[in-house]
């Protein structure tokens, strides 16, 4: 048993395993593997692609706290599960989360981006947030009072790909096993900057302040309504996601690959998925389950094309993604 202070509470308690993204994200992605493990890409250049099990947990709540953030994530990821899509007008498509309640998915989402902000985990190390606002954080996750609209403001998309189907690219239930570690996204010439989380087949971005005037009726924006509109974004449209799998690429071109099973990452396979680039400077982590069952191809992208990846805000002309889905 470990003790020590308890964050949350600030209380003196033994502390309990915590995990900063929801438990039920990782039991549900091991499930689907079949073998309980996970499929591990980082961008570091000496480190290889291998199976873990670890689910990014630490000694960090009391028992008491522990309970308080459960019964966020049992509304939270029950939300996100319950998603319907549907399609307005010609061609937009877009997740309906009914019976949504502003305060509580706020508050699950607020645990999330608070816990990553006190963890000690590597995983979580590029978020920080100001120490008066995580302390107003922790106050309202404590007490069960939702930070005012304005505060850290939130924006979702469902991903996808637009070219996915069972015989060629991802299909929307395969990103749902993906689960990123946050990223920083700075914008404006660095006058502020966000937080992009990825897990359960959503792409979360978290303002630090709150959402910018001109984005602030955008659909996504997270806002006090009984139905939340969450509109689908292809994955190839977000640059950080693709220079992640561009380290994935790079590595098994590199041989660096250390998994169990053969099956798993078979040649034939990997020649299926052409990813590309340059890694992303920032330490994020990539787990994933290759479902070579139902995925043939990541990317049909020649990797001649694609060393201006990173400084584009989508892919090049040979890999473009439908503007219904961004």
Known sequence: ???????LCLRNENLQNSHIIPNAVF???????????????????????????????????????EQIISA??????????????????????????GSHEFARFKLFLTSILWRAAMSRQPQFAKVQLPV??????????LNARALRPLMLGRKLWRLTDTKGSHDSGFSDESLTSLIVSPIPRL???????????????????????????????????????????VPYRCIFSVPELVQIMVAGYGKHDRGMVSLKKKRDLESSDVSRFDIFTRAHRASVFLYFWLGFDTITSLVSLPVSTCHSIGATSGLSSTRRCDSSSR
């Open 1 to 7: 048993m470990t003790s020590g202070i308890c964050p």
């Open 132 to 141: 008066d606002l995580a302390e107003k954080a922790r106050l309202s996750i």
């Open 72 to 97: 966020y994530e049992r509304y939270g990821i029950g939300l996100l599960r319950s998603g319907v899509t549907r399609k307005s007008g010609a061609r937009t498509r877009h997740i309906e989360l």
């Open 187 to 229: 914008h404006d010439k660095r006058a502020f900057y966000t937080m992009l989380f990825v897990f359960e087949g959503y792409l979360f971005e978290f303002f630090v302040k709150s959402v910018p005037f001109r984005e602030a009726n955008s659909l996504g924006v997270h806002r006090d309504a009984p139905t939340l509109f």
């Open 27 to 65: 039991r549900k992605v091991k499930h689907k593997q079949g073998s309980g493990q996970l499929i591990h890409i980082d961008d570091s250049h000496d480190t290889y692609i291998k199976h873990s099990q670890d689910s990014w947990s630490e000694y960090l709540l009391c028992a008491s706290c």
